[in-house]
C-alpha cells in the first residue's frame, strides 16, 4: 500500500508542559493513528522559542518514522498553513492579583488573531480543538474571528474532566474505568462544570443504581472533579500536563472517529440551542460522531432532576458572563 500524504498538525504553545507530553504521543502515531505521517507545525511566542528548539531536537532523536517534517515558528500564517487539525494549547495563566475578566481580555489578544490565521491558512478540513484556558470562551473567540470555518469544526477540551470523572466512579464501584460510560461534562472547563452522574452508566447500569451514596455522588464526586487540577497544582507544584495532553488525544480520537453505539463523549461544542442553552456558547455537552468534519450532533432527550439542572443553569451563567465580558473581541 501507497504510504499515506501526510497531515499537517498545528500545536501552539508547543514549548509547554502539555506540548512537551502531547508532541511524543503525536509523533508516535496516537493522535491521528499508527500509519498516518505528520508534519508538526509548532507554533511559539519568542520567549518559548529556544526551548522549543530543544524540543524539536528529542523529537529528531525519537527517530520518529511518521513525522515527515517539523516546522517551529512565531509566525501565525506558517503554524496554520495547511493544518488539517490545530491544537491550541498555548495561552496565558493566570496569574496572581490577576482577575477572571484580565484573564479573558488577555486571551482574546491571542486567540482573535490564531482564529484569524487559521480561516486564511488551514486546509479546508481542519478541525480545531482549544485546550488553553480558559478554554471554552478562548474557542469561542478564535470561531467568531474565523466566520469561514463553519462553526462544527471548533472544539474545546472537556476530556480531562471526563476522564477524571470516569475513574473517580469506577474507583467508587470498585469497577474497571473502562466499565464508566456515557459520562457527559455539562458547560465550562472551570470550577462550575457538571459532571453528569445520573446519566452515566457503569457496566450499562445508571450509575446511582451502582452507588446509592447520593450525598456522595452530589457532593465529593463532584468537587472531586471539579478542583482536581488544583489538588495537581498542590501536590505537583505544576499543573496537570501529561493527563491534559492524553485528554487531548483522547478527544481528537473521539472527534476524529465513530463514537461507539450507545455511548457518548465529552466536548464543549457550540450551542445551536439544544437543552435551552444560549445559541453560539461553545458549551461542554455529551456528543456522537460518525468521525467526519461537521457529523457530530448533541445527544438530545436526557433528562435532568432538580439538581442537575440547577448544576447546568450555573455553568451557563458563567459561560454567558464570559462571553459578556469579552463582547468587544467578538465580531
Ligand atoms: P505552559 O505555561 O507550560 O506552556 C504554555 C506555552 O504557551 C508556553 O511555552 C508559552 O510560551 C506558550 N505561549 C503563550 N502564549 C502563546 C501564544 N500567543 N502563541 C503561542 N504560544 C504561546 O502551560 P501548560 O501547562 O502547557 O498549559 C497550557 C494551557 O492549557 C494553559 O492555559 C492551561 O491552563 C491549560 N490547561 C487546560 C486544561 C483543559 O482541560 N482544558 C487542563 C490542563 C491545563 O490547565
Given at each position: 500500500m501507497p504510504a499515506k500524504?501526510?497531515?499537517?498538525?498545528?500545536?501552539?504553545?508547543?514549548?509547554?508542559?502539555?506540548?512537551?507530553?502531547?508532541?511524543?504521543?503525536?509523533?508516535?502515531?496516537?493522535?491521528?493513528?499508527?500509519?498516518?505521517?505528520?508534519?508538526?507545525?509548532?507554533?511559539?511566542?519568542?520567549?518559548?522559542?529556544?526551548?522549543?528548539?530543544?524540543?524539536?531536537?528529542?523529537?529528531?532523536?525519537?527517530?520518529?518514522?511518521?513525522?515527515?517534517?517539523?516546522?517551529?515558528?512565531?509566525?501565525?500564517?506558517?503554524?496554520?498553513?495547511?493544518?488539517?487539525?490545530?491544537?491550541?494549547?498555548?495561552?496565558?495563566?493566570?496569574?496572581?492579583?490577576?482577575?477572571?475578566?484580565?484573564?479573558?481580555?488577555?486571551?482574546?489578544?491571542?486567540?482573535?488573531?490564531?482564529?484569524?490565521?487559521?480561516a486564511a491558512n488551514a486546509a479546508s478540513d481542519v478541525r480545531i480543538l482549544v485546550v488553553g484556558n480558559p478554554c471554552n470562551t478562548n474557542c469561542l473567540i478564535a470561531r467568531s474571528n474565523a466566520p469561514e470555518v463553519p462553526a462544527d469544526r471548533w472544539f474545546a477540551m472537556t476530556r480531562l474532566d471526563q476522564n477524571r470523572a470516569q475513574t473517580q466512579l469506577a474507583k467508587r464501584a470498585a469497577a474497571p474505568v473502562s466499565s464508566v460510560t456515557n459520562l457527559a461534562i455539562w458547560g465550562n472547563h472551570s470550577a462550575t462544570q457538571f459532571p453528569d452522574f445520573a446519566n452515566a452508566r457503569i457496566d450499562g447500569t445508571p450509575v446511582p443504581e451502582v452507588i446509592a451514596d447520593t450525598e456522595w455522588l452530589q457532593g465529593?464526586?463532584?468537587?472531586?472533579?471539579?478542583?482536581?487540577?488544583?489538588?495537581?497544582?498542590?501536590?505537583?507544584?505544576?499543573?496537570?500536563?501529561?493527563?491534559?495532553?492524553?485528554?487531548?488525544?483522547?478527544?481528537?480520537?473521539?472527534?476524529?472517529?465513530?463514537?461507539?453505539?450507545?455511548?457518548?463523549?465529552?466536548?464543549?461544542?457550540?450551542?445551536?440551542?439544544e437543552y435551552g442553552i444560549p445559541e453560539g456558547l461553545q458549551f461542554g455537552f455529551p456528543v456522537r460522531t460518525d468521525g467526519q468534519p461537521g457529523g457530530w450532533q448533541v445527544v438530545e432527550g436526557l433528562s435532568h432532576d432538580a439538581f442537575a439542572t440547577e448544576r447546568i443553569r450555573i455553568t451557563t451563567e458563567e459561560l454567558e458572563g464570559e462571553r459578556a465580558e469579552v463582547a468587544d473581541l467578538l465580531p
Open positions: 500524504t501526510p497531515v499537517h498538525v498545528t500545536v501552539t504553545g508547543a514549548a509547554g508542559q502539555i506540548g512537551y507530553s502531547l508532541l511524543f504521543r503525536i509523533a508516535s502515531g496516537q493522535l491521528l493513528g499508527p500509519d498516518q505521517p505528520v508534519v508538526l507545525r509548532l507554533l511559539e511566542i519568542e520567549p518559548g522559542m529556544k526551548a522549543l528548539e530543544g524540543v524539536v531536537m528529542e523529537i529528531d532523536d525519537g527517530a520518529f518514522p511518521l513525522v515527515s517534517d517539523i516546522v517551529a515558528t512565531t509566525d501565525l500564517d506558517t503554524a496554520f498553513d495547511g493544518c488539517s487539525w490545530a491544537l491550541l494549547v498555548g495561552s496565558v495563566p493566570r496569574k496572581a492579583g490577576m482577575e477572571r475578566g484580565d484573564l479573558l481580555t488577555v486571551n482574546g489578544g491571542i486567540f482573535g488573531p490564531q482564529g484569524r490565521a487559521i465529593e464526586f463532584i468537587t472531586t472533579v471539579q478542583k482536581r487540577g488544583a489538588a495537581i497544582i498542590e501536590a505537583r507544584g505544576l499543573s496537570s500536563a501529561a493527563s491534559a495532553a492524553s485528554a487531548a488525544i483522547d478527544s481528537v480520537v473521539s472527534i476524529r472517529t465513530p463514537t461507539p453505539e450507545g455511548d457518548w463523549t465529552s466536548v464543549a461544542v457550540v450551542s445551536n440551542g
